[in-house]
T-cell receptor, first 113, second 115 residues
Framework: LAKTTQPISMDSYEGQEVNITCSHN???????ITWYQQFPSQGPRFIIQ???TKVTNEVASLFIPADRKSSTLSLPRVSLSDTAVYYC??????????????FGDGTTLTVKP | DADVTQTPRNRITKTGKRIMLECSQT?????MYWYRQDPGLGLRLIYY???????NKGEISDGYSVSRQAQAKFSLSLESAIPNQTALYFC??????????????FGPGTRLTVL
């Protein structure tokens, strides 16, 4: 069971790049790394997913080193609307391994003007 | 219309009462999940289902039961509610795909208070 560790909170200012790191020392070979964003009283929303190296989409980048024991979510040029809780999820949702995915306690990002 | 809906959105009940939370999805996904979230904490998996005939316990299934009535419907029951089951409950769905870890789509949540 790959437990994850993230910083509890981070502050940033509008326009800055924000990097949030997640540690997952016990990641298994079949595990993927997925990041979700959650606004208050809403369900989490998928941001990005990766297995190794670097993944980029229209909203974020995900950096995963070769040993895969950590990963870094990078948000370019944040705005006030990026203020939310960010969760790192490590797991394998295929049949026999489902239920072993773990949401950490999340990182509360506060973007200031 | 939302792809994943939950009813009710808010519920206040008393200790010992039976309560059911319902989840419906229009995404056509086979997999459905129920999570619980306590203030300031992450989500914990209660139960999950990969198809209509499949039910599996998650991390914290004690005190809960589920029913998968159809591909699109997955309900969570508290047979005898207790105050420490006060929490925000989320339903989620995912498709059975080729990637190892399928993206989950979450409903808006049900806020349950047990007095």
């Amino acid at each position: 069971l790959a437990k994850t560790t993230q910083p509890i909170s981070m502050d940033s200012y509008e326009g800055q790049e924000v990097n949030i790191t997640c540690s997952h020392n016990n990641i298994a070979t079949n595990d993927y790394i997925t990041w979700y964003q959650q606004f208050p009283s809403q369900g989490p929303r998928f941001i990005i997913q990766g297995y190794k190296t670097k993944v980029t989409n229209e909203v974020a980048s995900l950096f995963i080193p070769a040993d895969r024991k950590s990963s870094t979510l990078s948000l370019p040029r944040v705005s006030l609307s990026d203020t939310a809780v960010y969760y790192c999820l490590v797991g394998d949702l295929r049949d026999t391994n489902a239920g072993k995915s773990t949401f950490g306690d999340g990182t509360t990002l506060t973007v200031k003007p | 219309d939302a792809d994943v809906t939950q009813t009710p959105r808010n519920r206040i009940t008393k200790t010992g009462k039976r309560i059911m939370l319902e989840c419906s999805q229009t995404k056509g996904h086979d997999r459905m999940y129920w999570y619980r979230q306590d203030p300031g904490l992450g989500l914990r998996l209660i139960y999950y289902s990969f198809d209509v005939k499949d039910i599996n316990k998650g991390e914290i299934s004690d005190g809960y039961s589920v029913s998968r009535q159809a591909q699109a419907k997955f309900s969570l029951s508290l047979e005898s509610a207790i105050p420490n089951q006060t929490a925000l409950y989320f339903c989620a769905t995912s498709a059975t795909g080729t990637v190892a870890s399928d993206t989950q789509y979450f409903g808006p949540g049900t806020r349950l208070t047990v007095l």
